[in-house]
């Protein structure tokens, strides 16, 4: 495969967005490649390596305007504005296609089309739409490379001893280098094990289940956004905007594919009896500029889409009984999230009758059933820039620690709020955190306390503009 040309690359985008759009299940019979399996590599692998140096120059191509014109749905301004805008995308519009053309028509349907975070949005498209859209930034990225196997590598932050961002990134004269990254993590810096723990990878079901909010929404709201506030700004990694500028993001989201996948071998299910779920569309670019139409049901099984990973995480999943939530303990009025740690009291049920069995009773007597830590109506005005590390009765002047027996979780706030043009609209969000182990550890030791506390810990100075709020905190058994 040659290297394409500036002309080519105007060409084939006009007559690519003028044609008829095409459906994926017939477009992906005309690849030529999709007769065999890729592999996508770690990144601190050898292999993972060698295809880095590939990112890096194709990024370079991608860039540079004078190569890949901002127009081009191949452009990485066209690429990042896919995921959302962060100068806005009416202005950007008009900047980038000052006159109507197919290829302004393909962006508006294109950008800002990031799933969950618009109103009305579905969390359960999270998994999907970042699926397609790393698939075919893959295929630009291999065609901008000239190299017809090239895959893309991700970034296993899991794995202690690859807990700082991937050597290639922190280049100062490298594409792939962004200075706005967050203090440390251009210079060596790891990401804390508490901000990336699998336990979503724990999960049974993909979608909300009662109190349980699900593997989707739990991949989505832990490591997800924990390694996104961690990595950047926000103005980089850290607000939705402007995430996909930052080339680490495609390590990252490929890594979050590859946990789904994981998931999937441990025979846990994808929610494939939903017709609204797996018959929606979402509309991308091929490498010709050409319209195509991926619907979810083509992107539930990377195996459709032929490729795999070098390596897996274990799951493992069982048949779901539905049980019904029972509240144990809640704080109904709203409350501002300080830049300081919070301390929150939980109080019983106003309808719990006299003579009623205690909170420890209750804990004891669980059996098969789980309890959750939910969090509703989770909210901010800005971003924080901070994740919060979340605990359960911690005894008061204690240190808080990630190693504490009672700390249950760490929550962040990216996807909350956006920064810049086309901020409106963002949804709150509700945190599910099962707890089951640490309370029934709580109650073995005698330590929890009939009218729980939930502290929430600042990692760091959270922005003073944030203005961070929960609407209510709930103790649930399910």
Known sequence: MSRISRRSLLAAGALGAAADAIPFSSWIKQQAWAQGTRVRYNAYSTQGKAMLQKYKDAVARMMNTSVTPEQSPLSWTFQWYTHWCGPGKASELNRIYPTPSPQRTLADEMWNTCQAHGP?????????????????????????????????????????????????????????????????????????????????????TYSQNGADQGFCATLDFGIHGNVHVWVGDSTNMGSVPWAARDPIFWMHHCNIDRLWASWNRGNCKNPIQDNTWMNKQFTFADVHGTKVVATVKDFDDIAKLHYTYAEFEPASCRPIRTVSPALLAALTSPTEVARTPLHLNLARPAAVAPGARTLSEQIKSLDDKNVYLVLQNVQAEAPPGVVYNVYLDLPQGASPSPESPNYVGTINFFGVTMVGADMNGMMPRTFSINVTDKIKALQASGALNETPAVTLVPQGEAAENARASIGQVQLVSQ
């Open 120 to 204: 009305g949005e579905r969390e359960d498209f999270f998994l999907p739409w970042h699926r397609m859209f790393v698939y075919y930034f893959e295929e630009i990225v291999r065609q901008m490379s000239a190299d017809p196997s090239f895959t893309l590598p991700y970034w296993n932050y899991s794995n202690a001893a690859q807990g700082a961002i991937p050597p290639e990134f922190a280049v100062t004269s490298s594409p792939l280098y962004r200075a706005n990254r967050n203090p440390g993590v251009n210079t060596g810096a790891t990401i804390p094990p508490s901000y990336v723990t699998l336990n979503a990878l724990l999960q049974q």
